[in-house]
């Protein structure tokens, strides 16, 4: 790193504002336990609906005569 990139960015906050937010970040009152995120479950949920669509619009082409 550079000596530039190590410089501490100048204070954008009071000390008062600071020690509020600091407060309510320990709160806890935004601490929500989440399940850990997972790509593939989604891919397979985007497949499958664009599945179905795909079938479906077949369906009513077929109806309607169109292929």
Do not use: C, H, W
């Not at 530039?4 to 929500?32: C, F, H």
């Not at 790509?39 to 292929?67: D, E, M």
């Amino acid at each position: 790193m550079t000596e530039k990139e190590t410089e501490i960015a100048p204070k954008k906050l009071s000390d008062e504002d600071q020690a509020r937010v600091d407060r309510y970040l320990q709160s806890g009152y935004n601490d929500v336990e989440r399940k850990p995120f997972r790509p593939i479950l989604l891919l397979v949920v985007i497949v499958g609906v664009l599945t179905l669509l795909s079938l479906l619009s077949l369906l009513i082409a077929q109806t309607k005569g169109v292929v």
